[in-house]
């Protein structure tokens, strides 16, 4: 959510003016993030966030924005994409494709709470319900094939501790995906990136879920370990807070029972979730693009909680 691309105040005018959202009042570049260019769009109508895709093509993106959609249309609290006249909800602006969507009230909850842990667990649980019944399929663009891809691109860059370990658990990941007990878990479309960020809060209440252009199909257990791992971890070790989780995952359960083999291998995707994002932080890093505002994410921090993820392995308990 850096700013890749600028935009002109006029041409974003147009687009807004086009979906029918009145005129545009203010334009301002979110800082957070590294994957697209955004940016905060008040129009007489209300707040949005303007979203140019740096990565994503417009043959992959219909599958996220139609996902928002669609989950919005089933009571799960998520952005809703801004539809022309014509029904479009992609759009093209400074020769990027584009969307436009509902700003969520609230703000972030960088330091949660058990009872935060609860509303997103329970409403993780809900959103993949919500998803059974949506009809596109794309796989995880960031799973398997894109870590058998990344490694060898990142490596050189590793201390041979590092290069160790990532080649190791790349390993593990692979005999993991290949096994009967990982090919029999249940799966669906699932957020993928669902971090203390791609939240929102007011107060103690839940609002909603955003940022939804790491999705793809996969395993719901994958999804749950993502948060797992963000939301229930102390930050300077990397530990799981055992408190933390326990509240997540039984909130999660009362909406959806987690099955036998979710709960057996668990310990593995949470060692899967942990990888994935110290591989893309690593990418981040040592291959950076160009933007007027970026920060890349430390990779040091989901080494260390890979490390504990595999010396410490953690299974939920009804």
């Not at 022309?84 to 909800?89: M, S, V």
Request: hydrophobic share 45%; glycine share 6%.
């Amino acid at each position: 959510m850096a700013v890749f691309t600028p935009v002109a105040f006029d041409d974003a005018a147009a687009l807004v003016r086009r979906l029918g959202l009145g005129a545009l009042l203010d334009l301002k570049g979110i800082v957070s993030g590294i994957e697209n260019t955004n940016y905060f769009a008040t129009t007489e109508r209300g707040e949005f966030v303007l979203t140019l895709f740096e990565r994503l093509g417009f043959e992959q993106l219909p599958f996220y924005l139609h996902l928002m959609k669609h989950l919005a249309q089933h009571g799960i609290p998520v952005p809703e994409p801004q539809a022309d006249e014509r029904g479009e909800i992609l759009h093209a602006l400074a020769g990027k494709p584009a969307a436009v969507v509902d700003r969520l009230r609230g703000a972030n909850q960088l330091a949660p709470s058990t009872r935060h842990c609860e509303q997103v667990g329970g409403m993780l649980a809900r959103m993949h319900l919500a998803g059974r019944s949506y009809e596109r399929h794309q796989p995880n663009l960031r799973g398997l094939a894109w870590w058998i891809d990344t490694v060898p691109v990142v490596k050189p860059y590793l201390t041979p501790a590092q290069a160790d370990l990532i080649e190791s658990e790349l390993e593990f990941q692979k005999q993991l995906a290949a096994s009967p007990a990982y090919a029999a878990l249940p799966r669906g479309p699932i957020h993928a990136d669902l971090f203390r960020d791609n939240v929102m809060f007011e107060g103690d209440r839940l609002t909603g879920f955003f940022d939804f252009y790491f999705a793809g199909v996969d395993t719901w257990l994958f999804d749950i370990a993502v948060c797992l791992n963000d939301w229930c971890v102390d930050l300077d070790s990397g530990r799981l807070d055992e408190d933390r989780a326990q509240a997540f995952m039984a909130a999660y359960d009362r909406e959806r029972e987690i099955t036998h083999d979710e709960s057996r291998l668990m310990p593995a995707l949470l060692r899967a979730g942990a990888f994935r994002f110290w591989l893309s932080r690593l990418w981040d890093l040592h291959l950076p693009r160009d933007a007027q505002m970026l920060k890349a994410h430390d990779p040091g921090h989901f080494e260390r909680i890979l490390r504990h993820r595999v010396a410490e392995p953690w299974h939920y308990s009804r």
